[in-house]
């Protein structure tokens, strides 16, 4: 059986969120790796990574650590779930 347009832009966006954790998680790991914030890659990762980061960052207590990827992480992992829930 074909699968209908709105089960294809569910997967697709279900795709499109595990990639953007990638993205989260390589922008944890470049901020330990690179130690120049003018590198091209951290200034990749960031730029896609900030829109999502730095609003949750700005809600969040200062604790000293960030852990605004965590929650972003945590938060795309459910929407993730309740997508897959609908497919």
Excluded: C, H, K
Aim: charged fraction near 10%; avoid cysteine; glycine fraction near 4%.
């Amino acid at each position: 059986m074909p699968m209908s347009s709105s089960g294809l832009m569910i997967l697709l966006v279900i795709r499109i969120i595990s990639i953007y954790n990638l993205i989260i998680f390589g922008r944890v790991i470049a901020s330990w790796v690179i130690q120049d914030p003018s590198n091209p890659i951290f200034r990749f990762l960031y730029s896609m990574t900030e829109p999502v980061l730095g609003p949750i960052r700005r809600m969040m207590p200062n604790m000293g650590l960030d852990f605004s990827p965590i929650v972003a992480y945590l938060l795309l992992n459910i929407l993730q779930r309740i997508l897959t829930s609908l497919f």
